[in-house]
């Protein structure tokens, strides 16, 4: 998953998106309005943390840039004004969600799954392939009786592809979610990471779940006796 921080505190800013990539999402940061208005036009965001009081453009007017412009994704509100009609302006600007700060980090935490959830986002409790087992909430990965210790990009390259199990996935998909915008698209770390999950899902196994389509991507599913 990745996701928009747009905030001028620069402690404020680092702070959650340090926190976020630590739960496995892909963070980009905007400091001003007119940054983040251009990064969410251009980047694929999964959903967007917004403070209202931004220079050059204030979160209202960026909520309602993106909105006319069809965006869909979840928008959640940070703010120090706490007025009823400021929380009614946000909403109606088409946020999803309202924060008042100063806010415990584990509340946004639950209020960005929540809009996730409302807004389509498939994750279930538990993600299963086969005997491949991944827990969202522990966050916990098991193949069959063992349990795989996995680094946080690790685990989100996982859950991505478990999240799309049955579907091919490409390289730019990959980038795009669990990558941020520092993300080289001419190197191989897609591959570097694609194969250290292999080494710790697959070798061993009779049964291998991560494969790869030639010049399209990736799947994640047990192959079959045609496959084999």
């Known amino acids: 998953m990745r996701v928009l921080v747009a905030e001028d505190a620069r402690p404020m800013a680092e702070a959650l998106a340090k926190g976020l990539r630590e739960q496995g999402y892909a963070v980009d940061i905007a400091f001003d309005g007119e940054t983040a208005l251009i990064q969410a036009e251009i980047n694929q965001y ?39 009609e400021d929380r009614v302006t946000g909403l109606d600007a088409g946020a999803d969600d309202y924060l008042i700060k100063p806010f415990a980090f584990k509340e946004l935490l639950a209020r960005l799954r929540a809009l996730l959830r409302r807004h389509g986002d498939p994750r279930p409790p538990q993600l299963r392939v086969a005997d491949l087992m991944l827990d969202t909430a522990s966050r916990e990965v098991r193949r069959g009786r063992r349990a795989i210790r996995l680094t946080t990009k690790e685990y989100a390259l996982l859950e991505f592809l478990m999240l799309h199990a049955g579907e091919v996935v490409s390289r730019e998909s990959i980038s795009e979610h669990v990558w941020d915008e520092s993300f080289d698209p001419f190197s191989n770390l897609i591959e570097v990471y694609i194969q250290r999950l292999r080494k710790k899902i697959d070798e061993g196994e009779a049964v291998k779940l991560i494969q790869t389509r030639r010049g399209a991507g990736y799947i994640l599913r047990a192959l079959d006796s045609e496959n084999a």
């Not at 050059?56 to 979840?74: E, H, S, T, V, Y």
């Open 46 to 84: 999964d959903a967007i943390v917004l403070d209202v009081m931004l220079p050059r453009r204030d979160g209202f007017a960026i909520c309602r840039a993106l909105r006319a412009q069809g965006a869909k994704m979840p928008v959640l509100m940070l703010t120090a004004r706490d007025s009823v």
